[in-house]
């Protein structure tokens, strides 16, 4: 670094050992303010619980602590109204409130981190910011559920085709299709839910590893600040990041969801399927080709689970091997993490509103039920039925649609019925009847399976389990 580049850094907390700060270059790479300023507001609630534990245990004066927490009330607000902004030279966002504080009350400020060190605090703070963002994301995961399900239930009966290897395979509905895809979000919405639960204790009082001499109440924090309890052990109070990496993971979980729904959408939009018309709002359009209608949204969704894959790994990745109990490596958490809720957040919504405003095009879907032999597995049931072994049932079944292929047909019901007996003798006539695809569908009444009647209990078990976890 040139001589001329090297700028003092500003204040910092912990000036009192080191002669010498960082230069100005070297003190904003390890600063963390750019990214934990949005924990401004839950790094004011934690100090103002410390605080006040602080003053009912005696370890500063009452008039102190009361002084304290109106300070910070006044804080948030000005921080709220904007007639307060984050200082971006700050190291991080402890030391900017602690700063403020101790400018505006002088010594009454510079006893609030009596008892802590910054690495309980962050780790109460994240947490703090974890237990009102996450809802927030779990009520747009109930949001698009729900519009999910509110379409499937109009589409309980709509017949498309369902594929594996992407061939069509056998009937299904649009309705059975869209609850697969809630069923899904259905165990994700769970997966944010447990991760919540874990993470609801207290880390403050921690310390910086080993706790304090001092009579702290950890108690009387961890219930003002609205955890069930405190923390455990005061060294994973600092280290652990576990809550990091579940919700990372669910969020992945949940963006790779969302990845392969955005998929199914971009086929179905596409020429050769036309099973959606996404509306005009919610498509982009090319600056060279002018009757282009691309369906960017679902394409960039999917394109945005791969950051939260990352995240998954970053995280990961810096938490093997990393000694006990805090280090600084624990700084990069916060910026994995808080990509990942703000992706799913915003994928969330805009998946919804892309999925609201389409038109399914279901007279294109039910057409493509026939041809392709959707039909051949229910042609194949309907002689084990009669009593023929599964295998022989399917060799005929297979046969019959050789002979459909070399006829140039393109349905098992094109066949006359002497040229079907011709592969079993077992086949009579209601077996037209029993391979349209409605009669396929409506045959499936399993648990599990397409029949409307079936898919309508589907989306009651669905919507239930909504409604019983909030
Ligand atoms: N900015 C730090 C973080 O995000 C806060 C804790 C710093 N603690 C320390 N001993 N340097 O983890």
């Given at each position: 670094m040139a001589e001329n580049d090297k700028k003092q850094a500003p204040g910092v907390l912990w000036a009192g050992r080191l002669a010498e700060k960082p230069e100005a270059e070297a003190f904003v790479f390890q600063a963390s303010i750019a990214v934990d300023s949005r924990l401004a507001r839950d790094d004011i609630r934690g100090s103002r619980a410390h605080a006040a534990m602080l003053g009912k245990q005696g370890v500063i004066p009452p008039e102190t602590a009361v002084k304290l927490d109106a300070e910070l009330e006044r804080i948030a607000g000005e921080l709220e109204s904007g007639t307060l902004t984050v200082d971006t030279n700050a190291e991080d966002i402890h030391s900017f409130i602690e700063g403020i504080l101790t400018e505006r009350l002088g010594d009454?400020?510079?006893?609030?981190?009596?008892?802590?060190?910054?690495?309980?605090?962050?780790?109460?703070?994240?947490?703090?910011?974890?237990?009102r963002a996450v809802p927030e994301l779990v009520a747009e995961l109930t949001k698009t559920i729900d519009a999910l399900l509110d379409a499937a239930e109009k589409h309980t009966g709509s017949l498309m085709p369902g594929?594996?290897?992407?061939?069509?395979?056998?009937?299904?509905?649009?309705?059975?299709?869209?609850?697969?895809?809630?069923?899904?979000?259905?165990?994700?919405?769970?997966?944010?839910?447990?991760?919540?639960?874990?993470?609801?204790?207290?880390?403050l009082g921690a310390g910086a590893l080993a706790g304090s001499s001092l009579p702290l109440d950890r108690e009387a924090t961890a219930k003002a600040l609205g955890f069930a309890r405190p923390t455990l052990n005061s060294m994973d109070s600092v280290a652990d990041r576990d809550f990091a990496l579940e919700l990372s993971s669910a969020s992945a979980i949940t963006m790779t969801h969302l990845?392969?729904?955005?998929?199914?959408?971009?086929?179905?939009?596409?020429?050769?399927?036309?099973?959606?018309?996404?509306?005009?709002?919610?498509?982009?359009?090319?600056?060279?080709m002018p009757q282009k209608k691309n369906p960017d949204f679902a394409e960039l969704i999917r394109g945005k689970s791969a950051r939260t894959t990352g995240n998954v790994v970053t995280l990961l990745t810096l938490l093997k091997g990393l000694p006990y109990a805090y280090d600084k490596d624990l700084q990069e958490d916060k910026e994995a993490l808080f990509d990942s809720i703000d992706t799913v957040r915003n994928c969330l919504r805009m998946f919804r509103g892309m999925m609201e405003s389409a038109r399914f095009n279901t007279e294109r879907m039910e057409a493509a039920c026939v041809?392709?032999?959707?039909?051949?597995?229910?042609?194949?049931?309907?002689?084990?039925?009669?009593?023929?072994?599964?295998?022989?049932?399917?060799?005929?079944?297979?046969?019959?649609?050789?002979?459909?292929?070399?006829?140039?047909?393109t349905r098992i019901a094109d066949r006359s019925l002497a040229e079907l007996k011709t592969r079993s003798a077992l086949f009579e006539a209601d077996l037209y009847d029993a391979i349209t695809p409605s009669?396929?569908?409506?045959?499936?009444?399993?648990?599990?399976?397409?029949?409307?009647?079936?898919?309508?209990?589907?989306?009651?078990?669905?919507?239930n389990t909504i409604a019983q976890y909030p």
């Open positions: 009454a400020g510079r006893v609030v981190h009596a008892g802590r060190s910054r690495n309980d605090q962050v780790a109460v703070d994240f947490r703090l910011y974890i237990k594929y594996t290897h992407l061939q069509r395979a056998q009937p299904v509905t649009l309705g059975h299709h869209l609850v697969a895809w809630c069923a899904g979000l259905v165990r994700d919405r769970s997966r944010f839910t447990d991760a919540l639960n874990r993470l609801d204790e207290c880390p990845s392969r729904f955005c998929e199914d959408v971009v086929l179905w939009a596409s020429e050769e399927f036309k099973f959606i018309d996404l509306a005009e709002s919610w498509s982009t359009g090319s600056s060279i041809g392709g032999f959707l039909e051949a597995t229910d042609a194949a049931e309907y002689l084990v039925r009669k009593g023929l072994p599964f295998r022989k049932a399917h060799e005929a079944a297979a046969l019959i649609v050789r002979d459909c292929v070399t006829a140039g047909l009669a396929c569908v409506a045959a499936r009444k399993l648990p599990g399976g397409p029949a409307p009647e079936e898919v309508r209990r589907q989306i009651g078990v669905l919507r």
